[in-house]
């Protein structure tokens, strides 16, 4: 029930930024967790990043922490992921998410919607 557009990937030099948006549509996102997850081919998704929406908790996995960030803008129904120190491990198509609930999720399974990918490319 939520419709998700990500935007902001790129090919980017090893120790730059990029900033993703996710635009989200559909329902209200007071009751909403989103999340921020990544793939390379041959690869489970792996989880990045989450926020509550509604007051903004946020949780990110240790690969990226310290160099990500996770935030929302609700008059403009997006999050977004800014990705700085960025490394050529943290090449892959990475995918806004999101679900009706109150944790911050942290696997693949418990998200319900999707955005069609976005993709970043590190090099070094």
């Known amino acids: 029930q939520v419709h998700l557009v990500e935007s902001g990937g790129g090919l980017v030099q090893a120790g730059g930024s990029l900033r993703l948006s996710c635009v989200a549509s559909?329902?209200?996102?007071?009751?909403?967790?989103m999340g921020w997850f990544r793939q390379t081919p041959g690869k489970d998704r792996e989880f990045v990043s989450a926020?509550?929406?509604?007051?903004?908790?946020?949780l990110y996995s240790d690969s990226v922490k310290d160099r990500f960030t996770i935030s929302r803008d609700d008059a403009k129904n997006t999050v977004y992921l800014q990705m700085n120190s960025l490394k050529p491990e943290d090449t892959a198509l990475y995918y806004c998410?999101?679900?009706?609930?109150?944790?911050?999720?942290?696997?693949?399974?418990?998200?319900?919607?999707w955005g069609q990918g976005t993709q970043v490319t590190v090099s070094s």
């Open positions: 926020i509550r929406w509604s007051v903004g908790s946020t």
């Open positions: 998410a999101a679900r009706y609930g109150i944790q911050l999720f942290t696997e693949r399974s418990e998200y319900d919607s």
């Open positions: 559909g329902r209200t996102l007071s009751s909403t967790v």
